[in-house]
């Protein structure tokens, strides 16, 4: 019987651990709004890397959950700009360092125009996909590095969406020999 209890005790112990562990490295977050839509929905539950930066910088193409201190929550966009890249959006294309991007991913074409826009040093410029609903960086701020908490990683709900959500590395998507 001793050791029943010992067995039981040391099963809860580990379990406890486990999830502690898992909890330092994975988070969730439930997606609301269609801003990222069509990668993310509402309703889906996303699976968050909090290590995926630790001993990386976010890229172009990543869907990061970030706070928003204008917004006092976290969410779920994409980068589109580093730090010192210039952006630039005009005649519904996306354009970096004066290169348009293909976007298979953008639900809408945005109907706004940015002018050339420097992202400054340790900023990220992020987008939603569903570039007419977001409320992101077209407000005129970026996001610092320190405020990007995970890459998204994994789509864990419903059932019918599992899988690796989709990061598009966007220096494959540069258009070449095209400029504004």
């Known amino acids: 019987m001793r050791s029943l209890w010992r ?10 651990v486990i999830f502690l562990l898992l909890r330092l490295v994975v988070g969730g977050h ?11 929905n509402p309703g889906e539950r996303v699976l968050i890397n909090k290590l995926a930066f630790k001993y990386s910088q976010p890229e172009r193409g990543d869907i990061v959950y970030y706070t928003s201190t204008e917004k006092d929550s976290a969410q779920l966009e994409r980068i589109i700009g580093l730090p010192g890249d210039i952006i630039e959006v005009k005649e519904r294309v996306v354009y970096i360092n004066k290169m348009p991007l293909k976007e298979p991913y953008v639900k809408n074409p945005p109907r706004y125009t940015i002018t050339p826009y420097q992202v400054p040093s340790g900023n990220y410029f992020i987008l939603a996909d569903n570039r007419n609903l977001g409320n992101d960086t077209l407000i005129g ?4 590095q320190e405020d990007i908490l995970g890459r998204a990683w994994v789509c864990a709900w419903p059932p019918d969406k599992w899988g690796g959500v989709d990061n598009f590395p966007l220096d494959s998507q540069l258009t070449e020999g095209q400029s504004p």
Request: cysteine-free; overall charge negative; aromatic content about 4%.
């Open 30 to 40: 439930s997606v609301e709004g269609n801003s990222m839509s069509p990668a993310l």
């Open 141 to 144: 701020w970026t996001v610092p």
């Open 7 to 16: 067995e039981l005790i040391v099963t809860v112990v580990l379990a406890a």
